[in-house]
């Protein structure tokens, strides 16, 4: 059973946008924090953008000011909202839901920022 579906990748040119979205299939979605990741090629995965249940932001130093994470509870959804994209933004994208115990990743929706 897929509980976390990415979609909104794909090619973008620098300085342009892109809209993630996160569409869960998870009982409970409003006590899940909710958290987007990614993996360049041949780097580790790193945290992004989080929300919490409560709603409070959190986000990598690297995206602060250009990217926007939301949370819309009756559609359990989690949006990341990315401008002014760079090429160093380029890498698979990970949905992330915790609620302890529970750790539920998504496969992941590929974005490659290139002229």
């Known amino acids: 059973q897929v509980q976390l579906v990415e979609s909104g990748g794909g090619l973008v040119q620098p300085g342009g946008s892109l809209k993630l979205a996160c569409a869960a299939s998870l009982d409970g979605f409003i006590f899940y924090d909710m958290a987007w990741y990614r993996q360049a090629p041949e780097k580790q995965r790193e945290l992004v953008a989080a929300?919490?249940?409560?709603?409070?932001?959190d986000y990598a130093d690297s995206v602060k000011g250009r990217f926007t994470i939301s949370r819309d509870n009756a559609k359990k959804t989690v949006y990341l909202q990315m401008n002014s994209l760079k090429s160093e933004d380029t890498a698979v994208y990970y949905c992330?839901?915790?609620?302890?115990?529970?750790?539920?990743w998504g496969q992941g929706t590929r974005v490659t920022v290139s002229s």
């Open positions: 992330n839901a915790k609620w302890k115990p529970r750790d539920i």
């Open positions: 929300i919490g249940s409560g709603g409070s932001r």
